[in-house]
């Protein structure tokens, strides 16, 4: 599996386009702008973009779906409470091509790659986590050494009641976040204060 980042926009957005290296078969995930960056990977690199993932429907990951969804065809995947909160971009989606909807429990297959969908409310009504092989790709969820605000349609405790179900999961992973560096889920159990602070180890004073 190879995961490629591509830094869009004026926010920084972390655009995923990550490749079954035996098929060439790849996801792109939060499209959020500069198709044309996008486009140009997949084509320099002969890739075969099978679905398009939205962690969130927060206008700096979408802002590029529909071009790369016209040019690709690929079928998008969003969690459904993402058309009917108040995600600030959602209306971009409504009426793509191809929208499929992905919910708890669902897995995507993409070449040999499969994609395991966690519903992670808490940034956005809507926002999902998902997980890869030893990859995970928690939209504006989790950050290295932060969270997503939780002011723009959020909510604290759905977004610390996240923070604990990603921490409790068994292993680690290598953590692709919506923005910023990546960094590891051990690193976030050990030093994220919000992490440590939605599992009580920072109760407040």
Do not use: W
């Not at 997949?42 to 075969?48: K, T």
């Not at 909160?85 to 091509?97: F, K, L, N, Q, Y």
């Not at 992905?102 to 395991?116: T, W």
């Amino acid at each position: 599996m190879l995961v490629k980042t591509l830094v869009v926009g004026q926010l920084e957005t972390n655009c995923y386009v990550v490749t079954d290296e035996d098929t060439l078969e790849c996801a792109i995930i939060d499209p959020g702008a500069e198709s044309n960056s996008i486009l140009d990977y997949l084509e320099e690199n002969r890739l075969i973009p099978r679905a398009i993932f939205i962690t969130h429907g927060h206008f700096d990951h979408i802002m590029a779906l529909g071009e790369v969804q016209e040019q690709t065809g690929a079928p998008v995947y969003v969690n459904e409470r993402e058309l009917s909160s108040d995600a600030h971009g959602a209306e971009r989606i409504v009426g793509t091509p191809g929208l499929r909807y992905y919910a708890e429990g669902d897995e995507i297959a993409v070449g040999s790659l499969v994609f395991r969908v966690l519903e992670t409310p808490g940034h956005s009504a809507g926002g999902v986590t998902l997980l890869c092989g030893e990859a995970m790709f928690p939209g504006d969820t989790l950050f290295a050494g932060s969270c997503g605000r939780t002011d723009l349609g959020g909510d604290m405790e759905q977004m610390e009641a996240s923070l604990r179900r990603l921490s409790a999961l068994p292993g680690d992973f290598e953590v692709y976040p919506g923005h910023a560096e990546s960094t590891t889920l051990e690193n976030e159990r050990r030093f994220n204060y919000y992490v440590k602070h939605a599992n009580s180890e920072f109760p407040d004073q």
